[in-house]
């Protein structure tokens, strides 16, 4: 495609999208995209509940249990940190259509590939590799769904696509324990078979999301304002036809000077200069629930084995439990966030987490919890710490300038994630490994006490990002003033 002639345009676009009413088409665009967390969530918790039977004799590959939901895990967040960052970068030069299709198609080539695995340096790999195709997902997939939803409807359903990664994990918990289920598959053999069926629906998704159009918002700074014009004038009529109706006038429009690209350096200073305050909000919120939820996910099974003497085949029947927690909390709350607003439910959902999270911790250390009252807890608490944890994505997607929102998502995503989804599997499964209770405690102690942080953090720098488009949350880079 030959280079594109920039200039200074004036447009409505984002207006008439944020004008629109909830359609079919709009469910497309969350069938499309949104089903990728639940691949996430099936991809993790099958490696969380199969994290036993690898190490177990005859399973086909040499690991220990530690291994695999440490070094492991650890992997596959490090690959979905760098994936996020490269492919964020990509993703606001290139497109956000292009990216969400190569990222999903390196999911599922080292999904497949870890299948086939027979040594551990394979398993790390091949982690590796999926978890980068999921970490360029996040980044490519939040900012095109946020710029294609309208802005009443924003918070709502962002919190929701998020959440569905627990859908994801209900279907892997379950699909392990038939897997894992030695009267039916070998020992060599089931744990293979739960990589195929992430395979499939990635399959699926990938033919679905072919329909899925490019962000106008992203054509029209690209130069691209006559695709980004026709794109919505389409969207608008299938709208119209569906609704049955005229749809209201749009708001004002934005002046924009179109650009190819936005620099490392312009993008840090947006971040670190001109929104400094946001940008803590971003680590604070990444970091606490990151900690947390990779530690939990990807250890939970080794817990149950620990403690409490749970085969390695029933582990799905409590990690169902939570998961379903996990999910009911987001679609419950989610309305919340667009109606009591940002600041409190965000600031609420990670206090109250963290509080019930730590009087987990203080029973557990106490021995006065089984696996199933130990799950009931983490159920409850998780029904929060889950949409607080959503909200971390939808917070960092539209507090800053559309330029460099897919970047701003990976930043963040990658440098919390780092910081608590590496060391956070490898502390939890050194702590677990002990065999002491008191080492446990204090792991779960660490994520509540990150969790409280967040929510504190939020209560005095939360933005207040309710019922308001994208471009009056954060002003686009390139927008330009009336005199110019």
């Not at 992203?218 to 005229?246: M, N, P």
């Not at 190819?260 to 350096?265: D, L, P, R, Y």
């Amino acid at each position: 495609m030959p280079r594109t002639e920039l200039k200074t345009i004036e447009t409505d676009i984002p207006a008439r999208l944020d004008r629109l009413p909830w359609s079919r088409w709009h469910w497309k665009i969350l069938i499309g995209l949104g089903t990728v967390w639940i691949l996430d969530g099936l991809e993790v918790t099958i490696v969380g509940n199969i994290t036993t039977r690898l190490s177990e004799k005859g399973s086909g590959i040499d690991i220990t249990t530690a291994q695999a939901s440490g070094t492991g895990a650890a992997m596959y967040v490090l690959g979905a940190c760098l994936g996020a960052l490269v492919f964020g970068y990509l993703t606001d030069r290139l497109g956000r259509k292009k990216l969400f299709m190569i990222t999903l198609a390196l999911y599922l080539a080292a999904t497949a590939c870890t299948g086939l695995v027979t040594e551990a340096w394979m398993f790390f790999l091949f982690r590796f590799l999926t978890g980068a195709g999921i970490g360029g997902e996040y980044a490519a997939i939040n900012s095109a769904i946020d710029e294609l939803i309208p802005s009443k409807h924003r918070g709502r359903i962002d919190i929701i696509v998020n959440g569905t990664f627990w859908l994801g994990a209900i279907g892997g918990s379950l699909l392990s324990i038939i897997a894992l289920d030695t009267d039916i598959f070998p020992v060599d053999l089931g744990w293979r078979l739960t990589f195929g069926l992430g395979l499939v629906l990635g399959l699926v998704i990938l033919l679905v999301r072919r329909s899925v159009p490019e962000s106008p918002r992203w054509l029209f700074i690209h130069g691209r304002e006559d695709e980004a014009e026709e794109l919505v004038r389409d969207i608008e009529e299938t709208i119209r036809k569906q609704s049955g109706g005229e749809l209201g006038e749009p708001g004002e429009k934005i002046t924009i000077r179109q650009r190819h690209s936005i620099g490392f350096g312009e993008i840090a200073g947006t971040m670190f200069k001109k929104y400094p305050k946001r940008s803590t909000l971003g680590f604070s919120l990444f970091i606490g629930q990151a900690f947390l939820y990779n530690a939990v996910t990807f250890g939970y099974a080794t817990i149950l084995a620990t403690f409490f003497d749970v085969p390695s085949g029933s582990t799905g029947y409590y990690y169902v439990v939570i998961a379903a927690g996990n999910f009911i909390g987001p679609l419950v709350l989610s309305r919340f966030f667009d109606t009591w607003g940002r600041k409190p439910m965000i600031a609420g959902t990670y206090l109250l987490s963290g509080v019930l999270l730590l009087a987990t911790a203080w029973m557990f250390n106490a021995g006065i919890l089984s696996a199933v009252t130990l799950t009931a807890c983490w159920a409850v608490a998780l029904f929060f710490a889950s949409a607080g944890a959503s909200s971390a994505y939808l917070t960092v997607s539209e507090v800053f300038p559309m330029e460099t929102r897919a970047l701003a998502i990976a930043f963040f995503y990658s440098i919390g994630t780092a910081a608590g989804g590496i060391s956070g599997p490898l502390l939890f499964a050194k702590m677990v490994e002990t065999g002491k209770p008191l080492d446990t405690a204090i792991a779960f102690a660490v994520g509540a006490v990150l969790m409280m942080a967040a929510g504190i953090v939020a209560i005095f720098l939360g933005v207040k990002a309710e019922q308001k488009g994208l471009e009056e949350i954060a002003r686009p880079l390139t927008q330009q003033s009336e005199d110019g």
